[in-house]
Structure formats: structure tokens, C-alpha cells
């Protein structure tokens, strides 16, 4: 049985993908986050938002249309993530 | 003697404790994560509860020199420890301890008024064996799910700290024994256990919050 994701699992995922697996130098559209990420419209709009306040994600506007790219501060965050991920999973926990 | 062993096996729990909540609160500080806060907050108090046993011994053998140390020191230490397990267990979400029948609840209620009689120590002990016992069962769980080898570490160590909860509070019916001693010695052998998924955690690849 798959278990529900965390917040932070969801973050980990959408920061993931705009660094490892976007389809252009512009960045990742709403609509591929969506699909890579698997997770709702509605939802990932204020994550997004939320990711762009901080400084983890930055919007660029191509074409009339908004793309993410993850920022240096996001990097960091991302690689903090990781560390800190599998530090909590050896305890039997998920960040 | 006795004394000293536990006075530097105390100081061992204490820095144990110390170094893992602060790896802790450095991930929390990174990532704002509630686990790694609830795991400051366990290992920050399991670290104090050894030091405030640590610090009456210390007390008693270079002042006051009576060879034993104030009960309620001891009671103090193992109820700020109790916090930390409390922590712990509840990092694996508590709320599949209690029964949710109203009959089970009444019933599980009975053993409370049963050892109100028996000292506070007795019943913190006993709570804490509880906490980590559920910890150590939630964390073969987690095992279970991800195949990470530090989590059967991890469990492991909870058990360790459990089954020295256990004899600390065995320690009552024989108290000339070397049971204490045993006892620290075993929850030390679980820190140490609970130590291993720190040393995995590549320290000079993360950038620490300016504020620490």
C-alpha cells in the first residue's frame, strides 16, 4: 500500500524536477510540474507561489507563459533536503 | 564506585544526546521540517534528562560526598529523559497507541490507579518503557517499508534504551545489585546505536544556517 506524501516530500519532488528534469533552459510549465509531479492545479499554484516568495523557484515569463527554474537558494535547500531526508529515514521517519 | 561509573556513563548519555540534537536542529533550521523539530526536542531532552543525573552525582561526589544521590535529582533526570521518548514515539504518529473503544480506554485507565501507590520514579520508568517499546516497534515498521538498514540500527537502540528503562525500574526490588549500572551501560549501548544514521550524514557537504 503507497503511503501518502508529506508537505516537504511534495516540495522535495517539485524542486527536483525543476532541476534534474526540465524540458528546456526556460524552465518547467505549470502543466509538466503538474504531470511530473503528480499532485493537484489547485495546489501546486500556492506551493508555487509559496516556492517563488522564498526564493527557491524563479518565474520567468516565455511566450505569455509562466515556466519555473530552480534559484542557487533552492539548490541548497534541495541538497539539505536530501541529506536531512535520509538522516530522518534512518530513524524509520519522513521529513 | 558505583557512583563514578554512572557519573561518566551519565556524561557519555548527555554529549550523545547533545550531538545528535543538535545535527537535528541544524536540518530543521535548513529545511523547516516538523519531523527533525520533533527530534530536537527528543534528543535535546533525553540529552538534559542525563545531564541533570549527571550533574547531582557530580554534585554529590565533590561536595556533599553522602555516596548517594538525592532521589529527586534521579526522578527529575528519567522524567526529562521520558519527554524525549515521548518525542520520539510521537514523531511515529502516537495516535495508533490508544485503543479507540470507550470500553478499552476504561479498562487501560485500571493500571494507573494500581501504581498510583508505587513512587513517581516507578511509573516514569514504566512510561518510558512503554514510549520506546512502541518506538522501537514503529521503527521495524518503517524498516519494513524502506529496507534501510539504520532503521533495524534504530530499533535496535530504542530496544537497548527500553530494556534499561526496564531494569533501572528492576533495580527497586534489588537495590545493592549492579542492576543500575547495567542498566546505564544498556541505554548507553542504545545511544550509541541511535548514533549511527549522524555518522551517514556527510557534515562538510551542508551549508549551515548563519543564524547557528
Known amino acids: 500500500m503507497s503511503s501518502y506524501r508529506t508537505h516537504m516530500q511534495i516540495i522535495g519532488d517539485i524542486l527536483l524536477t525543476t532541476r534534474d528534469d526540465t524540458p528546456d533552459e526556460q524552465g518547467a510549465s505549470i502543466t509538466y510540474l503538474i504531470r511530473k509531479a503528480n499532485i493537484s492545479h489547485g495546489r501546486i499554484s500556492k506551493i508555487l507561489n509559496n516556492l517563488v516568495a522564498q526564493g527557491l523557484l524563479e518565474q520567468t515569463n516565455s511566450t505569455g507563459a509562466c515556466k519555473y527554474k530552480i534559484s542557487n537558494v533552492g539548490r541548497e535547500f534541495l541538497h539539505a533536503y536530501n541529506t536531512f531526508n535520509k538522516f530522518a529515514d534512518g530513524y524509520g521517519l519522513t521529513i | ?212
Open chain 2, 1 to 212: 564506585m558505583e557512583l563514578f561509573l554512572e557519573n561518566i556513563l551519565n556524561l557519555v548519555g548527555f554529549v550523545v544526546g547533545l550531538i545528535i540534537g543538535t545535527i537535528s536542529y541544524i536540518g530543521f533550521r535548513n529545511t523547516g521540517s516538523p519531523t527533525l523539530f520533533r527530534l530536537t526536542l527528543a534528543f535535546f531532552s533525553i540529552g538534559v534528562g542525563f545531564f541533570i543525573m549527571w550533574a547531582g552525582q557530580t554534585l554529590d561526589i565533590f561536595v556533599y560526598k553522602t555516596g548517594h544521590v538525592e532521589r529527586w535529582v534521579q526522578t527529575l533526570g528519567i522524567a526529562v529523559q521520558t519527554v524525549g521518548y515521548f518525542f520520539i514515539a510521537f514523531s511515529h504518529t502516537i495516535k495508533s497507541f490508544f485503543p479507540k473503544s470507550n470500553y478499552l480506554r476504561s479498562i487501560g485507565m485500571v493500571p494507573l490507579f494500581l501504581i498510583s501507590f508505587i513512587s513517581i520514579e516507578n511509573i516514569i520508568r514504566s512510561i518510558s518503557f512503554i514510549l520506546l517499546a512502541y518506538g522501537a516497534i514503529e521503527t521495524i515498521l518503517s524498516y519494513f517499508a524502506s529496507r534501510r538498514k539504520t532503521a533495524i540500527l534504530v530499533a535496535g537502540g530504542l530496544w537497548a534504551l527500553a530494556i534499561g528503562e526496564f531494569l533501572g525500574w528492576y533495580y527497586f526490588v534489588f537495590p545493592q545489585s549492579i542492576l543500575n549500572v547495567v542498566s546505564i551501560s544498556t541505554k548507553i549501548a542504545g545511544l550509541i546505536m541511535l548514533f549511527i544514521p549522524v555518522t551517514k550524514v556527510p557534515l562538510t557537504k551542508i551549508k549551515f544556517d548563519e543564524n547557528i
